[in-house]
């Protein structure tokens, strides 16, 4: 890893739902990729959003898929990017059962990222699924989930949410980031009070 990526910080994406959406049903939209039975299709201006965050972050993937699938949408999706620093599947995720939804829910736990050097204070996490990333709230920036709507408009939003965290704080960990949506750039700006 080179030391000016070490000195950014690292920024950890989530896929479904989060940058892209696949589904077994064919929607009104071109479609990105198909991998069979999926239609994947891409969050507007997601590129746009990639090469803006790679700018002022590190970035790196992290979706509760499987690695096939994982890597069948991250090549071309970052095409013309900075190599992702990992790209980790549910194989890095904690497995836990819900008695009450009978399903595996797959919790990222962060410190697994602490553990291979990184600071988890100049860590983000995005994801669409509070559910994944409550070990770690403090580091998590939650996104509406994208089920395909053309005119989605969160992408733009993040990334200029995320630029003003990157410019302004050093402890991304200390800045509530649960009204990002809200206040805009103008919450990154604020001070955290201790």
């Keep these: ?5 070490r000195n950014k910080p690292l920024l950890i994406l989530d896929l479904d739902e989060t940058l892209i959406r696949g589904t077994t049903l064919q929607l009104p939209q ?3 990729v198909v991998l069979h039975p999926y239609f994947v299709y891409k969050r507007p201006h997601v590129s746009d959003f990639l090469a803006s965050v790679s700018e002022h ?3 790196a993937i992290w979706s509760s898929a499987n690695m096939p699938y994982i890597a069948a949408i991250a090549r071309p999706l ?10 980790w599947d549910r194989g890095y995720c904690m497995h836990r059962y819900n008695p009450y939804t009978n399903e595996i829910v797959y919790i990222k736990d962060l410190r697994k990222v602490a553990s291979r050097g990184r600071e988890l204070n100049r860590t983000l996490i995005v994801d669409d699924d509070l559910g994944k990333v409550t070990l770690h709230y403090g580091n998590a920036v939650l996104v509406k989930p994208f089920c395909g709507e053309p005119d989605d408009a969160e992408l733009p939003l993040l990334a200029d949410y995320l630029r003003a965290l990157a410019q302004n704080h050093e402890d991304l960990q200390r800045v509530d980031k649960a009204g990002w949506r809200n206040a805009g ?8 009070e201790i």
């Design 185 to 192: 750039g103008q919450i990154a700006k604020m001070q955290v």
């Design 30 to 32: 071109e479609h990105f």
């Design 78 to 87: 970052w095409q013309g990017l900075p190599e992702p620093l990992f790209v």
């Design 57 to 59: 972050f590190s970035l």
């Design 1 to 5: 890893m080179s030391d000016l990526s």
